[in-house]
């Protein structure tokens, strides 16, 4: 199970932090990542992280303004994300899966129910 909390509306210019509490299988979360959706559009990949080495991996859109962790129990992943745009505007959803760290949607098999980021 995956429970993102963190969402709200910030000006742009502002910060926000979201984290995704996991919880199950601990072999079915080696990758954990971050996507985004807005209405009428495809779900993008924003950052992920490899639970076991720490490897990280961002969207060109995001580079230098996000960053994702992990606490040591490796059972809270944080995206960081600052100089927020109004084009970073969309729910923000957290993601699993078991072999797979990249960005691309459907190859993760494991997601929350999202929290909303707006930014005017």
């Known amino acids: 199970q995956l429970v993102e909390s963190g969402g709200g509306s910030v000006q742009a210019g502002g910060s926000l932090r979201l984290s995704c509490a996991a919880s199950?299988?601990?072999?079915?979360?080696?990758?954990m990542g971050w996507f985004r959706q807005t209405p009428g559009k495809e779900r993008e990949g924003v950052a992920s992280?490899?639970?076991?080495?720490?490897?990280?991996l961002f969207a060109d859109s995001v580079k230098g303004r996000f960053t994702i962790s992990q606490d040591n129990d490796k059972n809270t992943v944080v995206l960081q994300m600052n100089s927020l745009k109004p084009e970073d505007t969309a729910m923000y959803y957290c993601?699993?899966?078991?072999?797979?760290?990249?960005?691309?949607?459907?190859?993760?098999?494991?997601w929350g129910q999202g929290t909303q980021v707006t930014v005017s």
């Open positions: 992280i490899a639970t076991g080495d720490g490897r990280t």
């Open positions: 199950g299988y601990t072999d079915s979360r080696n990758c």
């Open positions: 993601a699993a899966t078991a072999a797979y760290c990249g960005l691309v949607p459907r190859l993760w098999g494991y």
